[in-house]
């Protein structure tokens, strides 16, 4: 019998290269840091996501919702630039989960999901010197909202051009969006 060392029910997910030479096996519902290169999206921007991977098959898995083959998705970081490394410690800040980070200068930008919170969405802005302190929070009831403002709070790190996300929500209340 060939006894799966990384899961006792057989359904770890495993992380090639394109090559198909295995790189590391996470456990069904583990989760991945994919961090993009320097300047990939924006130049002096860097992100950092994760993701929540469900096991499918030997050959498929779920990463947030999206189905890949184990090489597509290999070939896909591949041409980015991207690694892919297990998550070690899911990072929280309060009870809120840290899905995405993004690092612009001496700050990290977090966005956060909490499904039991009245808003179950979170920006918040830190720094690279002191990551663990947490400032200047969003909350969200709208996941695509937080996802807006988590752009928007790194872009104008980056760009050095104001926002406000109370003008933001006022905006989509004005026209009839707010959720």
Not at 55 to 71: P, V
Not at 152 to 166: F, I, N, P, W
């Amino acid at each position: 019998m060939n006894e799966n060392i990384y899961n006792p029910h057989g359904k770890d997910i495993r992380f090639i290269n394109s090559d198909y030479k295995e790189l590391f096996r996470i456990a069904d519902g583990g989760r991945i840091v994919v961090t993009r290169p320097m300047g990939e999206m924006y130049p002096g921007f860097q992100e950092e996501w994760i993701g929540t991977c469900k096991y499918l098959d030997d050959y498929h898995t779920e990463i947030n919702g999206e189905c890949y083959h184990i090489c597509q998705f290999a070939e896909i970081q591949e041409r980015i630039g991207s690694t892919v490394q297990p998550e070690t410690e899911p990072e929280k800040v309060g009870n809120y989960l840290i899905n995405a980070r993004t690092f612009v200068g001496d700050k990290i930008f977090k966005f956060g999901h909490n499904p039991n919170a009245a808003q179950p969405y979170a920006t918040w802005q830190s720094y690279k010197g002191n990551p663990g302190r947490n400032d200047w929070g969003h909350y969200w009831s709208d996941k695509s909202d937080a996802r807006t403002d988590f752009f928007r709070r790194a872009d104008a790190e980056r760009t050095g051009k104001s926002y406000d996300h109370t003008k933001f929500y006022k905006q989509r209340q004005d026209r009839g969006e707010a959720r």
